[in-house]
């Protein structure tokens, strides 16, 4: 490439695309831009974006996912987060990085790996994208086979379920049915807001032994 990456500047907020990007051009760019970075990258069908987030889109990203682990934590479930690994997959040309990402029903299967390789491997069984920036790119999902992805856009919190290979927006998630975070997981987010983030962690914990005990 002419224009070395290093050169290149992308200000909070906003992104960059590369057109006609090879995969084995795509590859070099993430080996470039290597594993210790605020950007993110999507890539399909030649494609290449590279966004950096904004300050509130990473506020967003730690307490969705701390509220996350939490349910999972009281749910006895065992679960590994794997941040914005970059998933992608060269038979289907596509590669993204979520804002996170969490294996639960596949977590044994890839427990202990050091790489994960998406065409033998499973993909997450969760990712969650803040559109901050209007950047979720929904079909990268579709084709990696993630079976929820969770989008908080604008204060509402959008849960997408893959059915027959695509998506189809829930009221619920199948991971957490028997709670209602289409509703409440927005209200904690924008409590953490005005109380603070370790009140707002002990109100939802609280929350969900007690429907827990409910259920029992």
């Given at each position: 490439?002419?224009?070395?990456?290093?050169?290149?500047?992308?200000?909070?907020?906003?992104?960059?695309?590369?057109?006609?990007?090879?995969?084995?051009?795509?590859?070099?760019?993430?080996?470039?831009?290597?594993?210790?970075?605020?950007?993110?990258?999507?890539?399909?069908?030649?494609?290449?974006?590279?966004?950096?987030?904004?300050?509130?889109?990473?506020?967003?990203?730690?307490?969705?996912?701390?509220?996350v682990k939490v349910l999972?934590?009281?749910?006895?479930?065992?679960?590994?987060?794997?941040?914005?690994?970059?998933?992608?997959?060269?038979?289907?040309?596509?590669?993204?990085?979520?804002?996170?990402?969490?294996?639960?029903?596949?977590?044994?299967?890839?427990?202990?790996?050091?790489?994960?390789?998406?065409?033998?491997?499973?993909?997450?069984?969760?990712?969650?994208?803040?559109?901050?920036?209007?950047?979720?790119?929904?079909?990268?999902?579709?084709?990696?086979?993630?079976?929820?992805?969770?989008?908080?856009?604008?204060?509402?919190?959008?849960?997408?379920?893959?059915?027959?290979?695509?998506?189809?927006?829930?009221?619920?998630?199948?991971?957490?049915?028997?709670?209602?975070?289409?509703?409440?997981?927005?209200?904690?987010?924008?409590?953490?807001?005005?109380?603070?983030?370790?009140?707002?962690?002990?109100?939802?914990?609280?929350?969900?032994?007690?429907?827990?005990?409910?259920?029992?």
């Amino acid at each position: 490439m002419l224009l070395e990456l290093k050169q290149l500047e992308v200000p909070p907020g906003q992104r960059i695309l590369l057109k006609e990007v090879s995969w084995q051009e795509f590859e070099a760019i993430l080996e470039e831009l290597g594993e210790h970075r605020a950007a993110r990258i999507a890539y399909e069908n030649g494609l290449l974006e590279i966004m950096t987030p904004l300050p509130e889109h990473e506020r967003n990203k730690e307490i969705l996912s701390d509220l996350v682990k939490v349910l999972l934590e009281e749910l006895d479930i065992e679960f590994l987060p794997l941040g914005s690994t970059t998933f992608k997959n060269q038979l289907m040309n596509k590669g993204i990085e979520p804002d996170n990402c969490f294996y639960i029903q596949n977590e044994v299967v890839v427990r202990g790996k050091d790489r994960l390789d998406l065409t033998v491997d499973p993909p997450p069984d969760l990712a969650l994208e803040i559109d901050v920036t209007s950047r979720t790119h929904s079909s990268i999902y579709e084709a990696l086979a993630v079976p929820e992805l969770w989008r908080f856009e604008k204060g509402k919190l959008e849960i997408n379920v893959l059915q027959n290979g695509k998506y189809i927006e829930s009221t619920y998630s199948p991971i957490f049915p028997h709670f209602p975070l289409h509703q409440v997981i927005p209200e904690y987010l924008q409590q953490c807001k005005i109380v603070g983030r370790n009140k707002s962690m002990k109100a939802f914990r609280a929350w969900v032994r007690e429907l827990i005990n409910k259920k029992l």
